[in-house]
């Protein structure tokens, strides 16, 4: 499975490329699957969203989707990314049930839509650095959630 983690500079790409390596090796070792991840860190570097088989878009919780995130959006739908998932980074810095929440989760889903990603596309919480301090813990969870949300919706793996 190959994922290419793109999103605005500072919500957590290099920290969720870490997170997801280490819950990977750590829970999911020996189930067949080979990942890879890799960090878009300019649109210049497009090549990765093209080669991977799924995108995911890192928004986070300090303020979620700005134009930057619209740009990228828009560069996915242009490259007919086949699919793509947001996820909600830093989640650890509010409380997950709350209409904050809410509202981060309903803004992701609006882009999707937006983009045309509404039949291809899902959104989850979590937190990077969390998964990277307890990869066994509630936030290493949510990095197995998004995968395995990738295997069961999309058959990547
Ligand atoms: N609280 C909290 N901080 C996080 C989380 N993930 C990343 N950070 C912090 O956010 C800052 C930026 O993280 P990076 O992983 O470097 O973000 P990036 O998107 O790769 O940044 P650029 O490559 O510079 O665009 C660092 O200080 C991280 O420790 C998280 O889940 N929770
Ligand atoms: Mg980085």
Redesign the pocket.
């Known amino acids: 499975m190959n994922l290419c983690i793109f999103?605005?500079?500072?919500?957590?790409?290099?920290?969720?490329?870490?997170?997801l390596t280490k819950v990977t090796e750590e829970r999911l070792f020996g189930n067949g699957v080979d990942y890879t991840f890799r960090?878009m860190?300019d649109p210049d570097e497009a090549d990765l969203l093209t080669q991977s088989d799924v995108a995911v878009l890192?928004s986070?919780t300090e303020g979620g989707l700005t134009d930057q995130s619209d740009e990228l959006l828009s560069l996915a739908e242009e490259l007919n990314v086949a699919h793509l998932a947001v996820f909600i980074?830093?989640?650890?810095?509010i409380d997950t049930i709350s209409e904050t929440m809410d509202m981060l989760q309903m803004e992701a889903f609006e882009k999707l839509d937006e983009y045309g990603f509404e039949d291809s596309g899902f959104v989850v919480y979590?937190?990077?650095?969390?998964?990277l301090e307890d990869p066994n813990g509630e936030?290493g969870d949510k990095i197995i959630e998004l995968l395995t949300m990738i295997e069961d919706t999309w058959g990547v793996c």
């Open positions: 999103g605005e500079p500072g919500f957590g790409k290099t920290t969720l490329v870490e997170a960090e860190n890192v986070n980074n830093k989640s650890d810095l979590g937190s990077a650095t969390g998964a936030w």
